[in-house]
């Protein structure tokens, strides 16, 4: 049996490969961006509606819809004076999906991680 042997990067490399994939996350690790996606699931929504549905101030909605649309996940269209916001990516979804497996696949040990935990955040 012949094995071969995977070519393996050097650090830097599998680093950088990781930087994007980073961003991505950093976007989702806000309770107020996680809930404007699975609000906007549901279809476009206006940022009043958002702040109602939220409870948060319209100018906190408006930063966090601002850091998504950069991210590329949330899109935008006029509509009157107002602007309607959407998905821009769905596949946003599956994402949200796979990791609500792997939390309840790991318990709460993601909670309980010293570092980056419930406890670790404050």
């Known amino acids: 049996m012949d094995l071969q042997l995977a070519v393996v990067p050097d650090a830097a490399q599998e680093l950088e490969g990781t930087t994007a ?7 989702l690790a806000d309770p107020a961006r996680l809930a404007i996606l699975r609000h906007l699931a549901l279809g ?3 940022v009043v509606e958002l ?20 991210c590329g ?3 935008s269209r006029a509509q009157g004076r107002a602007s309607v916001h ?4 769905p596949e946003v979804l599956d994402l949200l999906a796979a ?24």
Do not use: I, N
Not at 51 to 59: C, D, I, R, W, Y
Not at 86 to 89: F, T
């Open 73 to 75: 996940l949330v899109t």
């Open 99 to 122: 990791a609500e497996q792997v939390l309840a696949a790991t318990g709460s040990a993601v909670a309980l991680c010293p570092v980056y935990g419930e406890e670790g955040a404050r």
């Open 21 to 27: 994939a980073v961003c991505l996350f950093r976007s």
């Open 51 to 70: 702040t109602g549905h939220l409870g948060l101030a319209q100018s906190t909605v408006s930063g966090h819809l601002a850091c998504l649309r950069d």
């Open 86 to 89: 959407s998905l821009a990516r």
């Open 44 to 46: 476009e929504r206006k």
